[in-house]
């Protein structure tokens, strides 16, 4: 099964990078605007994307404030079913480290391999967004 994996640093404290992968105003923030998502464990986390002609379900499996949060996709595209998202905060000299992985992928496919350079582009926009740079969630609607 492959992983996709990206490592940044961010220069901002580990609670800021944890909110904006943990909280629906902080995945509206880089990821996509049509987000819903309760952060608790065995809460729902919805993400739409194209006026809503794709939307990823999801449900938060464990989140340790300021450390880690994770969440599997349920249902949708047959690609990710059954995948997981894993962002680690860690503190570092320079700033906070985040490292994300999408894993349990069945196979490296075409698609798979799309989706790991969409996620290097939200890790970088996702630093943006921590340090206040402010470039507005990829996905608008």
């Given at each position: 099964m492959?992983?996709?994996?990206h490592?940044i640093?961010?220069?901002?404290?580990?609670?800021k990078v944890y909110?904006?992968?943990?909280?629906?105003?902080?995945?509206?923030?880089?990821?996509t605007?049509?987000?819903?998502?309760?952060?608790?464990v065995?809460?729902?986390?919805e993400?739409?994307?194209?006026n809503?002609?794709?939307?990823?379900h999801?449900?938060?499996?464990?989140?340790?404030p300021?450390?880690r949060?994770?969440?599997v996709?349920h249902?949708?595209?047959?690609q990710?079913?059954?995948?997981?998202?894993?962002?680690?905060v860690s503190?570092?000299?320079?700033?906070?480290?985040?490292?994300?992985?999408?894993?349990?992928?069945?196979e490296?496919?075409?698609?798979?391999a799309?989706?790991?350079?969409?996620?290097?582009?939200?890790?970088?926009?996702?630093?943006d967004?921590?340090?206040?740079?402010?470039?507005?969630?990829h996905?608008?609607?």
């Open positions: 492959p992983d996709l994996h490592s640093v961010i220069q901002a404290s580990p609670m909110e904006a992968v943990s909280t629906e105003k902080g995945f509206q923030g880089w990821w605007a049509d987000t819903r998502a309760e952060p608790k065995g809460g729902k986390a993400f739409g994307f194209d809503g002609g794709t939307v990823f999801m449900m938060v499996e464990a989140l340790e300021g450390k949060f994770r969440m996709c249902g949708d595209d047959p990710w079913r059954g995948t997981h998202l894993d962002w680690e503190k570092e000299p320079g700033g906070t480290r985040l490292t994300f992985i999408h894993g349990g992928w069945r490296m496919t075409p698609y798979c799309m989706c790991n350079s969409t996620w290097g582009e939200l890790t970088c926009r996702l630093k967004y921590v340090e206040g740079k402010n470039p507005g969630p996905w608008t609607r």
